[in-house]
């Protein structure tokens, strides 16, 4: 049972347009939401979090969005540039979980020049 | 300097061998995790440590037994290998169980022939 739904396996966009990923949760305990990049071969590298009280987060050029009653998030990229082809996943937990992050399959994006 | 290192990087056995992958961490974190990614791209938790003593122990084999020497090594032993253990494993680290900016190594490729 996938709590953690990433629907696009794949995104393409060209360079300076904005890329748009989204994450859909099943489970209305999660309260703490993130996102990962992982480029091939490494390991995934925290990107941006946020918590359920807040419905955005910005951090540069990424900004989580939040809408608890859709039980939905995105991230957006703007501009996007070639250096953001990688794999996103999106993870949720239960902020009294221990640690226990729940992740997507992710989603590969791709930047075109 | 890695902050967090997994060896081998790469592993190939054939099946019914048992193998180690060695996981340490120069970050100074008190938490450190093990997760899975299978074939389908899903990232897992196996085991979670806090200042080595086990968290977290998902639905795993117990062919599978995590040992945490210190707070910077979690080591991964594996009895009796089965073809559907050949997956990547990720080594991750944080500080306190709470903070969800893992810091992950660059994982390891187990190939079980």
């Known amino acids: 049972d996938q709590q953690v739904k990433q629907n696009s396996p794949s995104l393409s966009v060209q360079e300076g347009r904005i890329s748009i990923l989204n994450c859909d949760y099943t489970n209305s305990m999660f309260d703490y939401f993130l996102w990962y990049k992982k480029y091939p071969a490494e390991g995934p590298t925290f990107l941006i979090s946020i918590s359920s009280i807040k419905d955005k987060n910005e951090d540069g050029r990424f900004t989580v969005f939040l809408n608890k009653s859709a039980k939905h998030l995105s991230l957006h990229i703007v501009p996007s540039q070639p250096g953001d082809s990688a794999v996103y996943f999106c993870a949720a937990s239960v902020s009294r979980s221990q640690g226990n992050l729940i992740f997507g399959k992710g989603t590969k994006l791709s930047v075109k020049p | ?113």
Not at chain 2, 58 to 75: G, Y
């Open chain 2, 1 to 113: 300097d890695t902050a967090v290192s997994q060896t081998p990087k790469y592993l190939v056995t054939q099946m019914g061998n048992d193998k180690s992958i060695k996981c340490e961490q120069n970050l100074g974190h008190d938490t450190m995790y093990w997760y899975k990614q299978d074939s389908k791209k899903f990232l897992k938790i196996m085991f979670s440590y806090n200042n080595k003593e086990l968290i977290i122990n998902e639905t795993v084999p117990n062919r599978f037994s995590p040992k945490s020497p210190d707070k910077a090594h979690l080591n991964l032993h594996i009895n009796s290998l089965e073809l559907g253990d050949s997956a990547v494993y990720f080594c991750a680290s944080s500080q306190g169980l709470f903070n969800y900016g893992y810091t992950f190594g660059s994982g390891t490729r187990l190939t079980v022939v």
